[in-house]
């Protein structure tokens, strides 16, 4: 059974840094993708980045040069970068795993952007 687990999350200032990281069970150069996403309160899920099994990146707009997403194999993690960090990227970030059949969620780290 495949587990995603997250760490990383916590409380950061605005305009800081946070590193999440997600260690996937069994082989992550199985999945075609690794991903995180995140949710704030009452908005629906939104895309934060994803990765592919070459390591080829995309990110949501609302992050894109602020964020660097990236994969080590060997430890079947991804990663997961913020820099000036707002208090709107406030959320629970989920990392993801794409397979070819089937779509697999973590169970979310909160990341809180606040003075």
């Known amino acids: 059974q495949v587990q995603l687990v997250e760490s990383g999350g916590g409380l950061v200032q605005p305009g800081g840094s946070l590193r999440l990281s997600c260690v996937v069970s069994g082989s992550s150069s199985n999945f075609n993708a690794l991903g995180w996403y995140r949710q704030a309160p009452g908005k629906e899920r939104e895309l934060v980045a994803v990765?592919?099994?070459?390591?080829?990146?995309r990110y949501g707009g609302s992050v894109k040069g602020r964020t660097t997403i990236s994969r080590d194999n060997a430890k079947n993690t991804v990663y997961l970068l913020m820099n000036s960090l707002k208090p709107e990227d406030t959320a629970i970030y989920y990392c993801?795993?794409?397979?070819?059949?089937?779509?697999?969620w973590g169970q979310g780290t909160q990341v809180t952007v606040s003075s």
């Open positions: 993801n795993a794409l397979s070819a059949a089937t779509n697999y």
């Open positions: 990765i592919s099994r070459i390591g080829i990146p």
